[in-house]
């Protein structure tokens, strides 16, 4: 019995390793964006608003693994049997407001101290994109933590624990008094939480779970899966479009509106999922059925999505290029032959992932990615990844 239990505790060990090792693979492929235009790169069309403080700033905590953050009353039994599943389809717009675990550096900012300048974060040997994980071994989780430590520092020594690359290191940190505000000082920018927009993808009717964007959003920083302390979700209000041309992806123009409309449950390599307090009012009664990767094909099918105060709208476009043995967020190329969405847009733009892609009268999928220099085409990913993932988190 011991030599069994032992055999299942490595085994389940080697598994977390394994899983661990072919997310950062993945990530590496489809978080990072892009700094130079190209025919083979693509956008994720997630439109992200970065919040961080100055000074003593703070930041995310990024690892590539999937995020769990779960509502444990809830059950989304019998999501991977497809057959009699039912989804109400999206295409209407989400906020998600987040705190992320851990803090990440994103760059420094000089202190006056008796009329010297001096960065007291950089000279101790910290680097932007650590993740700041304790402060003289305490555990930290926002800004407001790190600020507190080093103000009240009264200028000795701190222990700053950081993960960079995924080894920890330590270095001391010495705070400087600032002439500017009679405060002491790191010098580090940082940021400890974050808000976006999306699309809605599926609303499972049973429990209004609901699974949105197709990819996870990433970190601008480090182009690795945001790991997600708490988030809620929003109303948002859209009101136009920019519109995209080549070498510059659009982008949906929307504000938050209103309070808080749901939870966010997990930011996962398959989208970002969520229990909304109520449905949205401006979903439609209509239910899908699934059609599976196996049963999609080439050809024409429309997608569901928001672009301006007319709600939801429907938009032909073309699905090639099937990738079957795909598990991530680029299972197959969209083509928009839609004039009226091309003449709206320019095609797929930021704010559109999500998009639910209807084929034959079935959800096969949701708009993921746009490319660079032809927005009318993008990719898409498998409904079924996005409900086994889903199934996964929950």
Not at 55 to 79: C, E, F, H, R, W
């Amino acid at each position: 019995m011991k030599n069994a239990i032992k055999r299942k505790h490595i085994k389940g060990k080697a598994l977390f390793f394994i899983i661990l090792i072919l997310c950062t693979l993945m990530m590496v492929c489809n978080c990072a964006l892009p700094a130079v235009a190209s025919i083979n790169n693509s956008y994720n069309n997630f439109i992200a608003t970065s919040i961080y403080q100055d000074a003593n700033g703070i930041n995310n905590y990024y690892i590539p693994q999937i995020v769990k953050q779960t509502d444990k009353s809830i059950s989304t039994t019998n999501l991977t049997s497809y057959e009699n599943l039912k989804l109400y389809a999206g295409g209407m717009p989400f906020g998600v407001k987040f705190y992320t675990s851990g803090i990440t550096v994103i760059g420094f900012s000089d202190i006056s101290s008796n009329g010297i300048m001096e960065n007291p974060a950089s000279e101790s040997g910290i680097m932007e994109k650590d993740i700041i994980t304790h402060v003289n071994k305490k555990l930290i989780e926002s800004s407001s933590d790190l600020t507190e430590a080093i103000e009240k520092s009264n200028g000795n020594p701190v222990k700053i624990t950081v993960l960079r690359q995924g080894k920890e290191l330590t270095f001391v940190l010495l705070p400087k008094y600032s002439d500017s505000d009679g405060t002491y000082r790191s010098g580090m920018l940082v940021r400890d939480s974050g808000a976006g927009i999306g699309t809605v993808t599926f609303i499972v009717p049973s429990n209004n779970y609901f699974g949105g964007l197709g990819h996870g959003i990433c970190s601008a920083e480090t182009g690795t899966l945001t790991l997600m302390r708490e988030g809620t979700i929003n109303n948002v209000a859209i009101n136009g479009v920019k519109k995209g041309v080549p070498g510059t992806p659009g982008e949906v123009k929307g504000s938050f509106s209103g309070g808080t409309c749901g939870n966010m449950i997990s930011n996962t390599e398959c989208g970002l999922f969520g229990k909304y307090s109520t449905l949205p009012e401006n979903i439609s009664e209509n239910l899908y059925s699934i059609r599976t990767k196996n049963n999609i094909h080439e050809g024409e099918a429309y997608i569901l999505c928001t672009l301006g105060n007319d709600g939801v709208q429907q938009y032909k476009v073309n699905i090639t290029n099937i990738d079957r043995t795909q598990t991530s967020s680029k299972c197959f190329s969209v083509t928009v032959i839609d004039e009226n969405l091309i003449s709206r847009s320019g095609g797929i733009v930021q704010g559109m992932s999500g998009s639910p892609i209807i084929q034959d009268g079935y959800i096969i999928g949701a708009v993921t990615h746009v490319l660079v220099n032809d927005p009318t085409q993008g990719y898409g990913i498998f409904i079924e990844n996005m409900l086994r993932t889903l199934n996964e988190v929950s």
